[in-house]
């Protein structure tokens, strides 16, 4: 026992005392210093680490492009899910209302993710709760009014609402769902577009719905969210069927009139001098008379 280590035994055994190897307690110190030194070792040579769900792809792998003339893209954020891949595009803005401008296009359908089972996304939806929702997430303060009147881009219906701020600034929140009904779900597109701006007018915010072109997409043969092309015109290039397009109208340009300025005739400058005096009254009889010329 001289040789040994002491350790309290479990109290079901109730002895209170029992005898150590040295050689386990050797062991165990060894053990103990080299996991230490792998520590210390992984923590000089990895650096340290960056908690985050979201990551930041090239501003040219957004899933959208804007049209030339903007708003311009400054940044793009990834959310990977189970069944989605969100990317959000940051918008540039020159707006004072809190919160920044996105559109962010959310891939469903199989994204090929491996992550845990409860990681999902779940369907997209576009219910009024849901749009009211995300008025207090992304437009907190701003009164938005959701519009009645029917809007349609290249990819189907839309909604959106519009709000103006105290300051006079105007806001549009706009929603959209592609996915055309098949027997088999062959994948979905999310898009929402938040826009601020302290210049725009209404309708210049709204063209943005109609501009942007989604070029993201999954690498999957089931996954065709826009169903099948749409049937071309049977009168298109046949005989006896003319197609005369609407061309609109252009005003004539208005007559440009010159303006001419006249600038008033400047007055004559006459030189100054020293003032003749007039001859003297006397006799001039004396000096002689100059003929006149052809004389």
């Given at each position: 026992?001289?040789?040994?280590?002491?350790?309290?035994?479990?109290?079901?055994?109730?002895?209170?005392?029992?005898?150590?190897?040295?050689?386990?307690?050797?062991?165990?110190?060894?053990?103990?210093?080299?996991?230490?030194?792998?520590?210390?070792?992984?923590?000089?040579?990895?650096?340290?680490?960056?908690?985050?769900?979201?990551?930041?792809?090239?501003?040219?792998?957004?899933?959208?492009?804007?049209?030339?003339?903007?708003?311009?893209?400054?940044?793009?954020?990834?959310?990977?899910?189970?069944?989605?891949?969100?990317?959000?595009?940051?918008?540039?803005?020159?707006?004072?209302?809190?919160?920044?401008?996105?559109?962010?296009?959310?891939?469903?359908?199989?994204?090929?993710?491996?992550?845990?089972?409860?990681?999902?996304?779940?369907?997209?939806?576009?219910?009024?709760?849901?749009?009211?929702?995300?008025?207090?997430?992304?437009?907190?303060?701003?009164?938005?009014?959701?519009?009645?009147?029917?809007?349609?881009?290249?990819?189907?219906?839309?909604?959106?609402?519009?709000?103006?701020?105290?300051?006079?600034?105007?806001?549009?929140?706009?929603?959209?769902?592609?996915?055309?009904?098949?027997?088999?779900?062959?994948?979905?597109?999310?898009?929402?577009?938040?826009?601020?701006?302290?210049?725009?007018t209404e309708q210049q915010l709204l063209s943005v719905m109609y501009g942007f072109q989604i070029v993201g997409y999954l690498p999957s043969p089931l996954w065709n969210p826009y169903g099948k092309p749409p049937r071309v015109a049977t009168g298109l290039g046949a005989l006896s069927a003319p197609?005369?397009?609407?061309?609109?109208?252009?005003?004539?340009?208005?007559?440009?009139?010159?303006?001419?300025?006249?600038?008033?005739?400047?007055?004559?400058?006459?030189?100054?001098?020293?003032?003749?005096?007039?001859?003297?009254?006397?006799?001039?009889?004396?000096?002689?008379?100059?003929?006149?010329?052809?004389?």
């Amino acid at each position: 026992m001289d040789f040994g280590t002491y350790s309290r035994m479990d109290r079901d055994h109730g002895s209170g005392w029992r005898l150590r190897s040295p050689a386990g307690a050797v062991r165990r110190a060894v053990l103990g210093l080299a996991a230490a030194a792998a520590l210390a070792g992984c923590a000089t040579t990895q650096g340290p680490r960056v908690i985050t769900v979201r990551s930041e792809v090239p501003v040219t792998e957004s899933f959208a492009r804007l049209p030339a003339g903007g708003p311009a893209i400054v940044t793009v954020l990834e959310k990977r899910y189970r069944d989605a891949i969100v990317r959000e595009s940051i918008l540039a803005t020159n707006s004072r209302v809190s919160g920044q401008n996105f559109l962010t296009v959310t891939l469903y359908g199989p994204v090929g993710y491996v992550t845990v089972e409860d990681n999902a996304l779940g369907e997209d939806s576009i219910h009024p709760t849901q749009i009211a929702r995300e008025f207090q997430w992304y437009l907190l303060g701003v009164p938005m009014k959701t519009s009645l009147i029917y809007a349609q881009n290249k990819y189907g219906p839309f909604g959106f609402a519009t709000g103006v701020t105290r300051g006079g600034e105007r806001c549009l929140y706009a929603w959209q769902h592609v996915e055309r009904p098949q027997f088999v779900k062959a994948g979905a597109i999310g898009i929402r577009l938040r826009l601020c701006d302290s210049r725009a007018t209404e309708q210049q915010l709204l063209s943005v719905m109609y501009g942007f072109q989604i070029v993201g997409y999954l690498p999957s043969p089931l996954w065709n969210p826009y169903g099948k092309p749409p049937r071309v015109a049977t009168g298109l290039g046949a005989l006896s069927a003319p197609i005369e397009p609407q061309l609109p109208v252009t005003a004539a340009p208005a007559p440009v009139r010159r303006v001419v300025i006249r600038q008033p005739e400047p007055e004559p400058i006459y030189p100054e001098g020293p003032i003749v005096p007039l001859p003297e009254p006397g006799n001039y009889e004396d000096f002689p008379t100059v003929p006149a010329p052809g004389e």
